[in-house]
């Protein structure tokens, strides 16, 4: 089914790890998004990317790097893990234009990370 | 700036009695919003827009939406409730000047009670 994929969905990590939650989608979306999704503050935008080659940040960016070398693909790695990033993250993806305003994002299911 | 509040954390409405989840909005330009629905360990689906056009719009699975430019507000309702409602509402804004960021509200818990 045509979507967004996001892998893994649940991952344990110590404090200092590093790791790469996937995002992926078949839909030929040129835009793409982290978000972060923590208990009453809703989902803050990490990064995002409106094409391939070309990323930027969103609010909370610090301790996360993201590359964007396909259209399908929009990995955001952690580089030494904290546990203030515990959280459920999101991948989300849109096409431009016409396309956000009449559909918005399509979400990925989540990644539930907690960092111990 | 761009910016959506949901003053409700939780709203809680008997199955079959009306429903409302409210939303006020800030942006500068014309407002472009959103009701995205979460069901538990999923993500955000999308459930009604409002680009332009009448002010009441309707949306997915019996949800409408009223939009209020004078109170800036985009408030979610839906006639009858069902317990399957229950869930976890978000409002959004589309960035004006910067079409790919959406704003989100903190979100709002639904429980239908049977």
């Known amino acids: 089914n045509a979507g967004v994929t996001q892998t893994p969905k649940f991952q344990v990590l110590k404090t200092g790890q590093s790791m790469t939650l996937q995002c992926a989608q078949d839909m030929n979306h040129e835009y793409m998004s982290w978000y972060r999704q923590d208990p009453g503050m809703g989902l803050r935008l990490i990064h995002y990317s409106v094409g391939a080659g070309i990323t930027d940040q969103g609010e909370v960016p610090n301790g996360y790097n993201v590359s964007r070398s396909t259209t399908e693909d929009f990995p955001l790695r952690l580089l030494s893990a904290a546990p203030s990033q515990t959280s459920v993250y999101f991948c989300?993806?849109?096409?431009?234009?016409?396309?956000?305003?009449?559909?918005?994002?399509?979400f990925g299911s989540g990644t539930r990370l907690t960092v111990v | 700036a761009q910016s959506v509040a949901q003053p409700e954390d939780q709203v809680n409405v008997a199955e079959g009695n009306p429903l409302t989840v409210k939303c006020t909005y800030s942006v500068s330009g014309n407002p472009y919003l959103f009701w995205y629905v979460q069901y538990p360990n999923r993500g955000l689906q999308f459930l009604l827009k409002?680009?332009?056009?009448?002010?009441l719009v309707k949306g997915s699975y019996g949800f409408e939406a009223e939009f209020n430019k004078s109170q800036t507000s985009f408030h979610l309702k839906k006639p009858s409730a069902l317990v399957s409602d229950s869930a976890l509402y978000f409002c959004?804004?589309?960035?004006?000047?910067?079409?790919?960021?959406?704003?989100f509200g903190s979100g709002t818990k639904l429980n239908v009670k049977p």
């Open positions: 959004a804004v589309r960035g004006t000047y910067n079409f790919n960021k959406f704003y």
């Open positions: 409002y680009i332009t056009g009448d002010n």
């Open positions: 989300a993806s849109s096409s431009p234009g016409q396309g956000s305003l009449n559909y918005g994002y399509t």
